[in-house]
């Protein structure tokens, strides 16, 4: 093992810290209706709790929840819905578990109630660029994740286009990273990520994944989300449910680059994927 990986980075968010020394496993908790298969209300947030134990059990250190979905397609909902589905969820996930919670909004409406109920990390697909998201997140004094996106969901898979992926996606984070610290974030509480799959074809998807320990360079924590997407599904010609090997494979490359969260719905896979990679990174 050397210096870095003994080393203890601490991620403060709010009340509890997550150590980055090594990377990380945050598990992702939909909170949208078609993830509950019976579609209505009554016991969705026990649902989520067990789902969410679950992860905790795995290894997850972090919780991601969500009650906008951002896959290609998506529509969005209204804040009242987005609140409805997610503050019970985040204050019980919270109270139980000693994990941090994050919540991956876009509304910083919901960012300050999330907070309130006991988040301590915001996950923001749109990085921060909603109308006063950046004062919001500012005053909350949790870390943020900025991620890039080319369009919105419901149109961002119809025609991506750029002349450079790369050099495009870094431009971007470059820009909100300064925005944040402009906002008085302060640099220790910001993080990246490029954002696969959000107005990304498989080659702009392939080609920034091959590129990523560039973005680590910057010595920004960098969080990659790749679970189950269709990136996957394009190379391997599999369905939806069938992409866990896909995903422990792209974990694994995003943690031999320098990962230091990953973002999956397989935890336990997951887990033993990246902590058998970082032993291996680590090595004489
Ligand atoms: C992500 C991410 C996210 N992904 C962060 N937050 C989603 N920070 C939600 C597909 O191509 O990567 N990073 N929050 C889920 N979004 C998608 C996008 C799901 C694309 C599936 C696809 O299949």
Known sequence: MNIDSNTPRLLSCGEREVDLSEPIVMGILNVTPDSFSDGG????????????????????????????STRPGAASITLQEELDRVISVVEAVASE????????????????????AGAGFINDVRALQEASALEVAAELQVPVCLMHMQ??????????????????VKTFLELRVAACRAAGIPSNRILIDPGFGFGKTLDHNLSLFKHLNEFVDWGIPLLVGVSRKSMIGLVLDKEV????????ALACLAVWQGA????????????DAIRICNAVRNAQ
């Not at 789902?51 to 905790?56: D, I, P, R, T």
């Not at 369009?151 to 450079?164: A, C, F, I, L, V």
């Open 41 to 68: 209300r009554f016991g969705t947030v026990e649902r989520a709790v067990r789902h969410a134990e679950q992860m905790v059990e795995e290894g997850a250190a972090i919780i991601d929840i969500g009650g906008q």
């Open 97 to 116: 578990f000693s994990a941090v919670v994050s919540i991956d909004t876009t509304k910083p409406a919901v960012m300050k109630e999330a907070v309130a």
């Open 151 to 168: 369009g919105n969901p419901r149109t961002m898979q119809k025609t991506p286009h750029y002349d450079d992926v790369l050099q495009d």
């Open 241 to 248: 449910d069938a992409r866990i090997f896909g995903s422990t």
């Open 260 to 271: 230091a969260i990953i973002r999956a719905h397989d935890v336990a896979a997951t887990m």
